[in-house]
């Protein structure tokens, strides 16, 4: 089996946590079938997009004198990681600057695609995760490549609002690009049932995201540090989508002995935390801002309890990585936790 994997966002310089889970599950896939041929094509459409801010130009120049336009290395775990960058122009029109940007990935994957051609033969599928762009660029790579594309989708607000008409209809390129999937799935069932009863997919598997077996399975190396009271984990940018405010205000109401930790950042930090001040429960929120992969064990260890109110998930892999650590979950009934 001979599998092509292109995500629709993947770690960048400037978003190194960006997309982890897909890389993650690259490798993971690869390392259980070493019989298989597994390749992950990773990009950074920002940079590579042809800038109109002049403030921009300086390093989008420095970037192309210096950037491959094509990488590859085989990892440990037998995956091919496949590097690409290339320039592309952008579009200003409402539904034309979408499809730029599914056309580009499209074009900085070709080579990728090429390569891994030429090497090992054609792939037997490739498999996009989420609609846009990645699913979009693989769509149109299967169709002049003749190679079957497999659809996962992971997307939340599904469909997102920036790719519907005002009536809330989805653009052509999300129609077109499930219906030239082969195969179609989903990381929950209320995604899943979402996306059949739009109609567009007849059938659409339920793919859950998962966890590698050894996650979790160190917590007795963590040291808890001695606290009065209780301690609530929460992970995720501080959002309106996530609800920090509802959270925040659920702090308000309960014992002055609880505390709570946000893991994320966002351009909203600033609001909740003078919401936080409004509410008086600023000395009970500690805003820990961005924390590597690496360093979210410890603070799963360190807390009580995690809860997070979202008003939409469409999965929310901090849930299971809570889980994994043996803690207890508060959520709110909005799809993939349930």
């Known amino acids: 089996m001979r599998i092509f994997i292109l995500p629709s966002w993947c770690p960048t310089a400037d978003q190194p946590l960006s997309g982890t889970f897909f890389v993650e599950q690259a490798h993971a896939m690869a390392k259980l079938r070493p019989d298989w041929i597994v390749a992950l094509c990773q990009f950074d459409l920002t940079r590579s997009r042809v800038p109109r801010r002049l403030s921009r130009i300086p390093r989008f120049l420095k970037d192309w004198l210096s950037k491959p336009r094509l990488v590859c290395a085989e990892a440990q775990s037998g995956l091919h990681e496949y590097q690409v960058w290339a320039p592309y122009l952008p579009r200003f029109g409402w539904q034309s600057k979408w499809v730029a940007n ?4 499209a074009s900085q994957a070709r080579p990728a695609l090429d390569d891994f051609i030429q090497r090992f033969g054609k792939p037997d599928l490739i498999h996009a995760q989420a609609v846009y762009p990645g699913g979009a660029g693989a769509v149109a790579l299967g169709q002049a490549y003749g190679i079957a594309v497999g659809l996962t989708e992971h997307m939340g607000p599904f469909p997102p609002p920036t790719l519907c008409f005002p009536d809330g209809k989805v653009m ?14 989903a990381v929950s069932k209320s995604l899943a049932d979402r996306i059949m009863g739009m109609g567009l997919a007849d059938k659409v598997t339920v793919l859950p995201n998962f966890l590698p077996n050894e996650f979790g399975s160190d917590r007795g190396n963590f040291p808890t540090a001695p606290r009065d009271g209780f301690a609530f984990l929460s992970v995720g940018g501080p959002s309106h989508a996530k609800g920090t405010d509802v959270l925040l205000k659920a702090l308000a109401q309960v014992s002055s002995d609880v505390t709570l930790r946000v893991v994320g950042d966002s351009p909203d930090m600033a609001f909740f935390q003078q919401l936080a001040v409004d509410l008086g ?3 009970r929120v500690r805003w820990l801002g961005v924390v590597t992969r690496e360093q979210m064990p410890e603070h799963y260890q360190a807390c009580d309890a995690f809860v997070l109110p979202s008003r939409g998930e469409t999965f929310g892999i901090a849930f299971i990585e809570a889980l994994a650590f043996g803690k207890p979950l508060i959520a709110t009934r909005c799809g993939g936790p349930e």
Do not use: I, K, M, N
């Open 102 to 105: 599914a056309e580009g990935l």
């Open 172 to 185: 052509p390129l999300v129609a077109d690009t499930y219906a030239g999937a082969s195969l179609c799935s």
């Open 281 to 283: 429960v600023s000395e």
